[in-house]
């Protein structure tokens, strides 16, 4: 990597470049520059790593499905606190932290009303998310039994 400055048209120019080519490389997804990118990179390191199925395209409450069928929201972050959704549970929730080494780290994987009952006393927010620190969700995960987690693939796609 060049340590000289960048200007924001080059910056940007590569990002694009960046994003053409994951895009080729997976084509269910389109790795947008506008605040969708770290979610599009977490679900395919997540459909690679984890026994389930991304759907196609944008869904309003579901990024993925098990092999029996249940949905999976998918959240990924690169900080310290993750969003949960105010108006549905997910059957499962499943929320990584993107490292910037490019691995990633499960954070909590299991029931989504788990997560429910952590957040139910909370007020309606405009964004119609609720943030979630990374330490309240690990802390959390160990109410999970094994047989609740979405299990990790056996071998890496």
Known sequence: MSSEPITVPEAVNQLLGIVRRLHLAFPHKAFTLDGRLVGDLGEVLVEQMYE???????????????SDGKNVQIKATMKANVTFPVDHTPDYYLAV???????IEEIFNGPGSIVRELIKGRKDTKTNLHSLS?????????????TDKIAR?????
Do not use: C, F, M, P
């Open 97 to 103: 932290k993107i490292h910037s080494d490019g691995r």
């Open 52 to 66: 389930l199925t991304l759907l196609e395209g944008l869904q309003k409450h579901y990024d993925a499905k098990t």
């Open 153 to 157: 693939r056996t071998s890496q796609a």
């Open 134 to 146: 990374i330490n309240a969700l690990q802390k959390l995960q160990v109410q999970v039994k094994v």
